[in-house]
């Protein structure tokens, strides 16, 4: 897919979830991993990039001199400053725009972070070369996202692709440690978290391309983990465990 028709699946996909993104638990945790994992000061200049609607923005605006966020979706950055006004912030900027080149000089941001967008990008080398570029020298890059061993990527690429057609592709971690050396970091810091939510709350969230075929797909895969979710069934209720890892890059 070209980069214009795959930016406006995104935005088409996005403004069907952008009401309930902010609403759903597990996107709220683990910020404090990424508050400590990222050193954040009252001298910091953050950027987030696909910002979505905001809680990374709004988290560390607490802990910083000044937030800014880009998105591609214009209902995303409706929430983002919902949040941001829920939770009186005042040192935060809005913007909307494309990551593949984002409008901003070189060495800009002491922190530049992207939370569950890798998945979405056409370009994850151009994505992450320009984050190094806004970054300041003794800044750090901050990414965030699902990541498997090689052998469940594909299933797991399966299921995504169908409950969000925006999906392009999860980075294995090999993928994700070739990726940072090709962009040319050499100091890299890691954590890890696994995000539990509901197949009931997600499969609310989402719009599959085949309900049907999605649930009886991670149903399925109880006691299996061809996913790499490691779908749990507690109390006649099914849990999805998505493997979040946290890679911090000092440029």
Known sequence: MDVKNHNKNIVKQFSKQASGYTAIT?????????????????????????????IVSCEFAKHTHDVTGI????????????????????????????????????????????????????????????MKRVCKPGGKVLVVDVSLPDSKIKKYNEMEKN????????????????????VGFKSLNTDFYSMQISLKEQLKASFPRDKNTLKNMIITDVGVNDLGINVLKLNEEYFLQYPIHIFSLKK
């Open 26 to 54: 597990s996107h709220s945790e683990a910020l404090d991993k990424l508050i400590s994992l990222s050193s954040a000061s009252k001298s910091d200049s953050v950027l987030d990039i696909a910002c979505g609607s905001g």
């Open 71 to 130: 998105d591609i979706t214009q209902g995303m950055l409706d929430e983002a400053q919902k949040l941001q006004t829920k939770c009186d912030l005042t040192n935060m900027t809005w913007q909307i725009g494309d990551v593949d080149n984002l409008p901003y000089e070189d060495d800009s941001f002491s922190i530049v972070i992207s939370r569950f967008g890798f998945h979405h990008f056409l370009n994850p080398f151009k994505v992450l070369s320009e």
């Open 163 to 182: 409950r969000d057609d925006s999906h392009v592709a999860a980075l294995s971690l090999t993928e994700f440690s070739n990726l940072f050396k090709k």
